[in-house]
């Protein structure tokens, strides 16, 4: 506080001010030097307040919540007549929604390796599911390289706090969890949670701290640990949080506060506590007024276990879903809100997809990009509304395994002949159903006119299909001779 002695006055000024003008004249020098001192008083506190108040972060918070076999129909913003999730329809209407959102396969852990690289899943040497216990002729002794740069790893270099919660599913090997990864800290389960029954272990960091775990507390185990990261990192650093939600993954569950509550079931149920998990996060953002400086982004890896029947989801008006090359195994809802930075109420139907969101995120933070090859795009203009042309010529390739299924450039879908399944009696209440082996023959659709992809134009337009498959055949070619190894723990 400063000294106040300047602003006493004299005897002297006393007598000098009545004899001149009177009372009026104390009054005057009373007033100047009171003015002085709160003048004087104010600059220190405002001083005080530039030196001591909080920089304001320029680098935005980044929240990826992604779900599980979740079909693109089981959202009520798009289209779900059974299952109300008023939350992300909130997130919708404060940011966009995608009509045209992909996956780069449509199962788990080459969806996964994609989102985090930004790769197609070959090109990073994980085209297949991963298995613990090694069925099917895979290894249980491998996962994503660590020679691989994901999300994490790129944002962790420019300052970012980082943690995951949920499942990983890129290996399950301590060379291969989260933490080797680019993660601060971790809470999940390492695989899909019927790969080992009775025993699914859930892990915190690199070790093991449960097995057999309740699955039905699973969502909102990851929502607190996703809540407690937030709050821990609150105004001091920007942060990285991947949200890997278990749910709607078969078997299915959901904890007491949601059984029952939903139209659409057990299914809907767990959808519903979903949505009531991003309500959560996205409360505490605005609690921690974080919100206006942070990109949510919600998806789904692929798209719905159609075979599982009332607790396999629903696609709509997609064809197929979990493991098919068709539309409803590859499109799925998408997502994404930044205040101030992607239009409220806005629909995007570009063709967009999760190995995009690697490289925009790189724009968005000044990162550094990988030292090795990607596949993604930076589509930032798009999600501020813009118009990017080069979105209309792209082609994206549609990958069963290692072999490309079908390829797609603008509304046109080329898909090769090959063998797949036809769901031909759903299964109910968590028992598989039936499924016919069959080869589908090769195919051309125009998904705007056909969106089902019921209508074959490949007599109509032979060329078009031959300059689509080719493409197709080609990269196959191309990106074979590129690919990274897997990694594998020796």
């Known amino acids: 506080m400063p000294s106040t002695d300047w602003i006493s006055i004299s005897k002297s000024e006393i007598i000098t001010a009545f004899s001149i003008n009177g009372s009026k004249n104390i009054k005057r020098i009373f007033m100047k030097k009171i003015i002085l001192y709160f003048i004087l008083l104010l600059a220190v506190v405002i001083g005080l307040y530039i030196i001591l108040k909080p920089k304001k972060q320029s680098l935005p918070n980044v929240v990826i919540i992604f779900t599980d076999d979740q079909g693109y129909d089981d959202l009520s913003i798009y289209g779900s007549e059974t299952i109300n999730t008023p939350h992300l329809d909130a997130l919708a209407k404060s940011g966009m929604r995608f009509t045209d959102f992909h996956v780069a396969s449509s199962v788990c852990t080459p969806s996964r390796a994609a989102l985090l690289t930004g790769c197609y899943p070959d090109r990073v040497g994980l085209p297949n599911v991963l298995f613990p216990n090694g069925p099917y002729r895979s290894n249980p002794n491998v996962g994503l390289n660590p020679d691989e740069e994901t999300i994490a790893e790129l944002l962790k270099k420019k300052g970012y706090a980082t943690a995951m919660a949920g499942k990983w599913h890129l290996g399950h090997k301590q060379k291969f969890l989260p933490l080797q990864h680019g993660f601060d800290s971790y809470l999940g389960v390492p695989y899909s949670n019927d790969m080992s029954k009775g025993e699914l272990p859930l892990v915190k960091d690199n070790k093991v701290v449960e097995v ?154 000044g990162a550094l990009l990988p030292k090795n090859k990607i596949d993604g795009v930076n589509v930032l203009s798009s999600l501020r509304g813009g118009k990017m042309n080069e979105l209309q010529k792209r082609i994206f390739y549609y990958f069963g395994g290692s072999k490309i299924k079908a390829v797609r450039k603008g509304e046109w879908k080329y898909v090769f002949g090959h063998n797949g399944g036809i769901v031909t009696e759903p299964g109910i209440d968590g028992i598989n159903g039936k499924t016919n082996r069959v080869y589908h023959e090769e195919a051309l659709y125009n998904l705007i006119s056909d969106i089902s992809e019921q209508d074959n134009l490949i007599a109509q337009f032979p060329e ?6 080719k493409a197709g055949e080609i990269f196959e070619l191309k990106i074979k001779a590129e690919a990274r190894p897997i990694g594998i723990d020796q």
């Open 212 to 365: 057999d775990i309740d699955q039905s507390l699973l969502t909102k185990r990851y929502t607190d640990f996703g809540i407690d990261f937030i709050k821990s990192k609150a105004g001091k650093v920007p942060f990285f949080l991947y949200l890997a939600h278990t749910m709607p993954h078969i078997p299915l569950a959901a904890s007491i506060n949601y059984i029952g509550t939903s139209k659409g079931g057990l299914y809907g149920d767990v959808i519903e506590e979903i949505d009531g998990s991003v309500g959560v996060i996205i409360h505490e953002l605005k609690n921690q007024r974080l919100l206006e400086n942070t990109l949510v982004i919600f998806t789904s890896d692929n798209g719905p276990w159609l075979s599982y029947g009332n607790h396999g989801g629903s696609a709509g008006v997609l064809r197929g879903g979990k493991f098919d090359v068709w539309e409803g195994g590859f499109r799925v809802p998408a997502i994404m809100s930044w205040p101030g930075v992607i239009p409220s109420e806005s629909v995007n139907n570009n063709l967009i997809h999760t190995m995009d969101i690697l490289p925009t995120l790189i724009a968005i933070t």
């Open 464 to 469: 078009r299909a031959a300059r689509l498959k």
